[in-house]
């Protein structure tokens, strides 16, 4: 008397998500249903690639691998081996979905050598990758901005209002399919207060014909300066001055 034990069976279902397509970086969930004696080894084929799954003791499976790099992914079942070592090679449909790769976002900004200046205009560009529509975040000193757009360009226009050092940064960028978390470094715009000019004389009281009048120009700021100056409607311009007052 002997027994004959029917051949082990293993089917493959991908679980969430369950898209076609996944991002870079996310977990394939996968279901293995099986017939037969525990325990299983399962042999899959991963894009030309075999894994041996062992010591299954349940007959339905669940495990997942993380996806990271983009590709087609195709897997399936190449064969099953049961508790009582019977081997089955499985004739299973292909698992197919893609791994697609997380969008970007690089900022920019057209950031004169010295900064800005106090209610100067700065432009700030975020160039994306991804499939549209995109969704950024733009952070400030702690204050995010969504900025929302359907191509590939964003271009933000800001008057500097106040004067300082100000950090930004992209803290997140989706698009219609993944997210990717701090896509770019640090930006630190740096704005400075305007200049100032005071002119007075130094020799005090009434001048006569031929006298020298002497005046001086306190100044704030960074040298070098350039001051001009209007004396009863004749322009006069001085540059390069480096130490203020300026006499």
């Given at each position: 008397?002997?027994?004959?034990?029917?051949?082990?069976?293993?089917?493959?279902?991908?679980?969430?998500?369950?898209?076609?397509?996944?991002?870079?970086?996310?977990?394939?969930?996968?279901?293995?249903?099986?017939?037969?004696?525990?325990?299983?080894?399962?042999?899959?084929?991963?894009?030309?690639?075999?894994?041996?799954?062992?010591?299954?003791?349940?007959?339905?499976?669940?495990?997942?691998?993380?996806?990271?790099?983009?590709?087609?992914?195709?897997?399936?079942?190449?064969?099953?081996?049961?508790?009582?070592?019977?081997?089955?090679?499985?004739?299973?449909?292909?698992?197919?979905?893609?791994?697609?790769?997380?969008?970007?976002?690089?900022?920019?900004?057209?950031?004169?050598?010295?900064?800005?200046?106090?209610?100067?205009?700065?432009?700030?560009?975020?160039?994306?990758?991804?499939?549209?529509?995109?969704?950024?975040?733009?952070?400030?000193?702690?204050?995010?901005?969504?900025?929302?757009?359907?191509?590939?360009?964003?271009?933000?226009?800001?008057?500097?209002?106040?004067?300082?050092?100000?950090?930004?940064?992209?803290?997140?960028?989706?698009?219609?399919?993944?997210?990717?978390?701090?896509?770019?470094?640090?930006?630190?715009?740096?704005?400075?207060?305007?200049?100032?000019?005071?002119?007075?004389?130094?020799?005090?009281?009434?001048?006569?014909?031929?006298?020298?009048?002497?005046?001086?120009?306190?100044?704030?700021?960074?040298?070098?300066w350039t001051v001009r100056i209007d004396s009863m409607g004749v322009p006069l311009t001085f540059s390069?001055?480096?130490?203020?007052?300026?006499?």
């Amino acid at each position: 008397i002997f027994t004959v034990n029917a051949l082990p069976t293993a089917s493959l279902q991908k679980l969430i998500p369950s898209a076609n397509i996944i991002c870079v970086g996310d977990l394939a969930n996968y279901c293995l249903n099986l017939t037969g004696t525990s325990p299983w080894a399962v042999t899959l084929d991963s894009n030309g690639v075999p894994r041996v799954i062992s010591g299954v003791n349940a007959p339905v499976f669940d495990f997942s691998r993380l996806m990271g790099q983009p590709s087609l992914v195709n897997i399936f079942v190449t064969e099953v081996i049961d508790g009582n070592g019977c081997v089955n090679v499985v004739d299973q449909p292909v698992v197919q979905f893609r791994v697609k790769e997380l969008p970007t976002a690089a900022l920019s900004l057209d950031q004169p050598v010295v900064g800005y200046c106090l209610f100067d205009t700065a432009r700030f560009s975020i160039n994306l990758t991804g499939l549209s529509p995109w969704a950024v975040t733009l952070d400030s000193s702690g204050v995010g901005t969504v900025l929302n757009s359907a191509g590939s360009l964003i271009q933000v226009n800001k008057v500097w209002t106040s004067t300082g050092t100000f950090p930004f940064r992209l803290t997140q960028v989706v698009d219609s399919l993944c997210t990717r978390l701090n896509p770019d470094t640090i930006r630190t715009v740096i704005v400075n207060p305007l200049p100032t000019a005071v002119l007075s004389r130094v020799n005090t009281g009434n001048l006569c014909e031929r006298d020298t009048g002497i005046f001086q120009v306190a100044l704030t700021g960074t040298a070098p300066w350039t001051v001009r100056i209007d004396s009863m409607g004749v322009p006069l311009t001085f540059s390069g001055i480096t130490a203020t007052p300026f006499v």
